[in-house]
């Protein structure tokens, strides 16, 4: 059993092209096969053998960026790309696949065959001549494109720097002024714990206003950032080519196309979900910018929305994040949270002293009472030289003996000088988030590669179990395991434990809006022929109740779309936060943390994985299907609903 990557591959190109071709020799003999262990188990253990080369060097490329490095890297997306479509596209391995569908298969296999003949036909099987190499170029050059448009991104965001004096960071408190302290004074930049400290802290208005506005015109012609950087064209390309892809498979868009993967039905589903959504929290959202707007007296703008919502949080509820930050210092909120995944499901999880490629990274072993069954690499403080936001990456899944691996990724605070790393409670929902999608990596028990963990769950289910985790993190027991002062070593007092949980849903229908907003953006621009940002615009119509300044091209760093995998599907995170709601307080009603019902969200849907219909699996689970009202109750969104998922 081997779970340590390579993290100082040699040679990635040659590596690539040696092993693509000793892949393709391997499909060709697969088609020749004609049982499950001719045909797919070689597949199978081949795609254990590239992916550890492959997610190395994508996971290497996010988190330790380098133009060297990346130079290489691209060399290879056209390989795997290539590679791919090989696969997809080979009329023999998809006859082969068909007809295992006549042998002797039990209920996983027959389900992932018939997910995989559905795969091969929208990767284009069926596809001759002209057409099918015009699709094939298609899909090399959007692997192109999604790299340059995460490259552009991170450049764009560490170019940009501020020095700053003392004084124009009024407001900050020490540990806020202990993040951006350099040795000649304090400087600025776009880091996500960066940006966001000036947003919610800073007094002086107009530097709020510089480092908003560089934050939301990045990589774009603005100019604030370097508009060699710009994404747009980067953009219309992808989108473009897009659309071209779907048309040749006879989709009438990339919306439909996407959706054929999915677990709902139609794009009108989902824009039907997300407008009711709209009708459902825009009153409340309006009343929640009233009450700002009368707190703040001033014509509110973007820069302000967050200091002001952030002094009026404080009036409401007596107290402010400061007030908070030092009883979560990192060491005591990852020992709390493994405390929680350990009573959840019955595991334990120890430190591995393993030097990584970073020494900020974590090494964790999980295991349950039979030994080891997987490992995560946790990276968790921002730097200039990785991708912004939080994911999960798989390095390799259940395969025989060798047990599953992942990497964690967030950007969140780092120590500074005399103190640990002290977290924002926002900061603690992310990690279990992130979390929740690892133990569905690593939980599984299903031992086809090509269904274990998140492999083949349907896009609009694969957020369930990490928005389920989050609920966990406001439990009064798990903020007391989560909780000890930096100093004194004591837990959170309850006053402030009540104070927190009476704060959760602050805005909560505002921000319900502006997810709705991305979800309505995202579902239409890849299903009408306009200028995204004129989608954009034809959206807030419906859904913006907050003014929006001529530099915002927040689009030109929108990272789920252009270069991750939520391109006509960033609706999943509101559709599987109903499940992942209506999930919680299912268990909470028997239970609750170590009751049967949460060992059965476990069996039923984390160790499932894409091996069985996941609604049918959620259906095993829960006994019903999930209602929106579990989402809007969740939220605290106080309007009765009548319509049903």
Request: charged share 25%; aromatic share 12%; proline share 3%.
């Amino acid at each position: 059993m081997n779970l340590t990557p390579n993290f100082k591959p040699k040679n990635i190109v040659n590596t690539i092209q040696t092993l693509t071709t000793k892949g393709l020799e391997i499909v060709d003999k697969a088609t020749q096969g004609k049982t499950w262990a001719e045909v797919v188990e070689p597949l199978d253990a081949f795609e254990f053998e590239l992916g550890h080369c492959v997610n190395v060097n994508s996971h290497l490329n996010a988190v330790m960026f380098s133009e060297d490095f990346n130079a290489e890297y691209e060399k290879t997306l056209p390989l795997i790309t290539n590679f791919y479509t090989e696969i997809s596209s080979n009329k023999f391995l998809y006859q082969a696949y068909k007809k295992l569908l006549n042998t002797d298969l039990n209920e996983q296999q027959t389900y992932i065959i018939n997910e995989a003949i559905k795969d091969f036909e929208l990767s284009g099987v069926g596809l001759e001549g002209v057409i099918a190499e015009r699709f094939k170029v298609i899909k090399e050059r959007l692997s192109l494109l999604n790299n340059q448009f995460s490259k552009n991104s991170l450049l764009a965001t560490n170019e940009w720097k501020k020095a700053v004096s003392k004084e124009d960071l009024a407001g900050y408190d020490g540990d806020k002024l202990a993040k951006v302290k350099t040795g000649e004074g304090y400087e600025l930049s776009l880091q996500v714990p960066i940006y966001m400290d000036v947003m919610a802290y800073a007094d002086n208005r107009d530097l709020r206003e510089e480092v908003y506005k560089a934050y939301i015109s990045r990589a774009s012609e603005v100019g604030i950032t370097d508009k060699k950087l710009d994404n747009k064209a980067t953009m219309d390309e992808i989108l473009a080519l897009r659309q071209e892809m779907a048309g040749i498979l006879g989709f009438e868009n990339y919306a439909q196309y996407s959706i054929a993967a999915k677990m709902v039905e139609s794009e009108n589903q989902v824009i039907n979900f997300l407008k009711d959504l709209v009708v459902q929290s825009k009153p409340q959202a309006e009343q929640e910018l009233a009450e700002l707007k009368a707190f703040a007296e001033i014509d509110l703008m973007p820069w302000d929305f967050g200091y002001y919502a952030e002094k009026l949080k404080e009036q409401k509820f007596g107290f402010k994040k400061s007030d908070l930050t030092p009883y979560f210092p990192e060491s005591q909120v990852l020992k709390g949270l493994f405390a929680t995944i350990e009573n959840l499901y019955q595991v334990s999880i120890t430190t591995v002293d393993e030097v990584s490629y970073h020494p900020d990274v974590q090494v964790l072993d999980i295991s349950n009472k039979l030994g080891i069954v997987g490992r995560f690499y946790l990276d968790v403080y921002a730097r200039e030289d990785k991708r912004g936001g939080a994911w999960m990456a798989d390095y390799q899944p259940l395969m025989g003996n060798e047990n599953p691996v992942a990497f964690v990724v967030c950007n969140l605070n780092s120590p500074t000088e005399g103190k640990p790393a002290l977290f924002e409670f926002d900061e603690i929902v992310t990690l279990f988030h992130e979390f929740g999608h690892a133990l569905h990596h690593i939980l599984t028990q299903v031992k086809y590669p090509s269904a274990a963990g998140i492999a083949g769950v349907p896009w609009d289910g694969v957020e369930l179990p990490s928005q389920y985790m989050e609920f966990f993190c406001y439990e009064k027991s798990v903020v007391k395991l989560l909780s000890k002062h930096w100093q004194t070593g004591e837990s959170l007092p309850d006053n402030l434990y009540d104070k927190l949980i009476a704060s959760k849903d602050f805005q909560s229908a505002l921000a319900m809006l502006r997810q709705c907003e991305f979800s309505l953006w995202d579902i239409k621009t890849h299903s009408e022929n306009k200028d995204t940002y004129a989608v954009l615009d034809e959206v807030k119509k419906t859904t913006a109740l907050i003014k929006t300044v001529d530099e915002n091209r927040f689009l030109n760093t929108f990272g789920h779309i252009f270069s991750g995998g939520y391109a006509a599907g960033y609706f999943s995170y509101k559709w599987a936060e109903v499940l992942a709601a209506d999930a919680y307080y299912y268990v909470k009603s028997q239970g609750g943390i170590g009751s049967q019902a949460s060992v059965d969200f476990m069996h039923c849907i984390l160790e499932v994985g894409g091996s069985l219909d996941f609604m049918q699996q959620y259906l095993k689970f829960r006994g019903q299907k999930p209602s929106v009202k579990a989402l809007l109750k969740a939220n605290n969104i106080r309007v009765p609903l009548k319509t049903p998922l």
